[in-house]
Every structure is written in structure tokens, then in C-alpha cells.
T-cell receptor, first 115, second 112 residues
């Protein structure tokens, strides 16, 4: 596609439910990143994929968070047993391996609200 | 560890120049970026600068890098109301595909 797309654009869920957030990177981009942006805050790194493997999971806040990527394309971020503090915008970015500085291009984000 | 600091707010009059400042701590940063986030939207890459440069100009945007002081600035000439947004400074601590470290963003308000 022309850019990074994410779905859903908005998600409201009840505390304790599981949610899945999807990211479609730019075609041909081998690296994919998930960030979280809480209201009024900067971006917090969650996890990064190179191909289908995740060399850096250091940012995942707890074991309720997991992510996978298949076919060097789509990635899914899953949050189990959601808590109110999980409410945030979840941003996905992709970059082409070897591009200048690994420049990351962002999707529009998924706004998650946990009631 | 890496840290990126920005002032939180900036207000300018339409037609004036805006200067958004950023400091970072990782001296090994290879690239530094400026992203723009409009209300309800994702991040849009504005420009970037390689660490061996001290200035980069792109139309109304001028990026200045003082590597010694680890200070980065973004100047927007002839600021327009459409420039109102949050501007994020980010550093790339390694090379290639590594996670970026972002500042908290500077909210630019342009007064007509």
C-alpha cells in the first residue's frame, strides 16, 4: 500500500477483555515497530521486528502484551486482560532495511480506550 | 540511557519564524529526526539530519545541529496556521533499523 495502515482506528473495550491491534506496513519494509503514546506524552517504544523475528522486546510493559508478525508483513499487537492504564494511542511504524537512517514511517494509530 | 528533552509549548504569530529546540544525550546518535503530529493524526516525518552535518534546509524548514552541545533545532520560516501541531524530536541511537527515542513533543500554536 501507499503507507502504513492500522486497524481498528478506534477501540473501546471493557477492563479485563483482550484486544488485538493490527498493522500493515509499507510493502517491502522489513522492519516494523510498535510504540505507545499516552495522552499528552511522547512515544514509548514497545517492540521491534526485523522480518518476522523480534530482536528487541524490551519495551513491552508486562506479560499481558505480546506481538507477532507473519510473512514479513502484517503485525498484530495483543493486549490481554486490558487495564485502564493501557488506554493510549498505539502507533505502528515501518522502515526499509538499509534506508537512510532506517527512517520510520508511521501509521495513523489505534486509539484504545479501556473503560 | 538515552533521553530527549523539548520544551512543551511554543506560541508564535502567523508570518513569524518558529524555533523549536531539542536536546539529546546519546552522543553516538547517527540520525536525528523531526516529526509533526496534527490533532488526531499519526506522525508525519518532516525532516532528518545526519550527525556529521550541522545544517539542513528544506523549503521553509531549517534544521541546525550542534553536536558538541547535543542540541537540535527546527526553524519554520513564515509560520502559517496550518503549522499548528505537536513537533517531536527523535534520535536514532544506533544505525539502521533501531527504535527511535522521542521527546515529549512541543505543541506549536500559531496565532492569526
Amino acid at each position: 500500500g501507499a503507507g502504513v495502515s492500522q486497524s481498528p482506528s478506534n477501540k473501546v473495550t471493557e477492563k479485563g477483555k483482550d484486544v488485538e491491534l493490527r498493522c500493515d506496513p509499507i510493502s517491502g519494509h522489513t522492519a516494523l515497530y510498535w510504540y505507545r503514546q499516552r495522552l499528552g506524552q511522547g512515544l514509548e517504544f514497545l517492540i521491534y521486528f526485523q522480518g518476522n523475528s523480534a530482536p528487541d522486546k524490551s519495551g513491552l510493559p508486562s506479560d499481558r502484551f505480546s506481538a507477532e508478525r507473519t510473512g514479513e508483513s502484517v503485525s498484530t499487537l495483543t493486549i490481554q486482560r486490558t487495564q485502564q492504564e493501557d488506554s493510549a494511542v498505539y502507533l505502528c511504524a515501518s522502515s526499509f532495511d538499509g534506508s537512510i537512517g532506517g527512517t520510520q514511517y508511521f501509521g495513523p494509530g489505534t486509539r484504545l480506550l479501556v473503560l | 540511557g538515552e533521553d530527549v528533552e523539548q520544551s512543551l509549548f511554543l506560541s508564535v504569530r502567523e508570518g513569524d519564524s518558529s524555533v523549536i529546540n531539542c536536546t539529546y544525550t546519546d552522543s553516538s546518535s547517527t540520525y536525528l529526526y523531526w516529526y509533526k503530529q496534527e490533532p488526531g493524526a499519526g506522525l508525519q516525518l518532516l525532516t532528518y539530519i545526519f550527525s556529521n552535518m550541522d545544517m539542513k534546509q528544506d523549503q521553509r524548514l531549517t534544521v541546525l545541529l550542534n553536536k558538541k552541545d547535543k542540541h537540535l533545532s527546527l526553524r519554520i520560516a513564515d509560520t502559517q496556521t496550518g503549522d499548528s501541531a505537536i513537533y517531536f524530536c527523535a534520535e536514532s541511537p544506533g544505525s539502521g533499523n533501531t527504535p527511535l527515542v522521542f521527546g515529549k513533543g512541543t505543541r506549536l500554536s500559531v496565532i492569526a
